[in-house]
Nanobody
Framework: VQLQASGGGWVQAGGPLRLSCLAS????????MAWFRQAPGSEREFVAA???????FYVDSVKGRFTISRDNTKNTVYLQMDSLKPEDTAVYYC?????????????????WGLGTQVTVSS
């Protein structure tokens, strides 16, 4: 499975941005898809995940502002980010793992895409 993230960029605080992650390969619908992010000087952290049955999970800091979704017909997972804050500035990565359970730990994910930079200015 190869993952390709896109959609990052620069946005003013309060604005929206949508990230996309296109997955190659078969059986996309059976993978748990997740987004992680890494801010400068910080460790990579879990942001959101979505299971094959469309159950979504979020870190507390983005609940109510971010929405993860997937389109299995397009092998794509999205991260709609609204009401962005400067502290959301980071490189965002998409990740995938087989099975039906999500995890907060990056080591539990088997496949990773290259990151896409999101910069939120105040």
């Amino acid at each position: 499975v190869q993952l390709q993230a896109s959609g990052g960029g620069w946005v003013q605080a309060g604005g929206p941005l949508r990230l996309s992650c296109l997955a190659s390969g078969r059986f996309f619908s059976s993978y748990v898809m997740a987004w992680f992010r890494q801010a400068p000087g910080s460790e990579r952290e879990f942001v959101a995940a979505i299971t094959g049955s469309d159950t979504a999970f979020y870190v507390d800091s983005v609940k109510g502002r971010f929405t993860i979704s997937r389109d299995n017909t397009k092998n794509t997972v999205y991260l709609q980010m609204d009401s962005l804050k400067p502290e959301d500035t980071a490189v965002y990565y998409c990740a995938a793992r087989g099975g039906s359970h999500y995890f907060l730990i990056e080591s539990r994910y088997d496949y990773w895409g290259l990151g896409t930079q999101v910069t939120v200015s105040s």
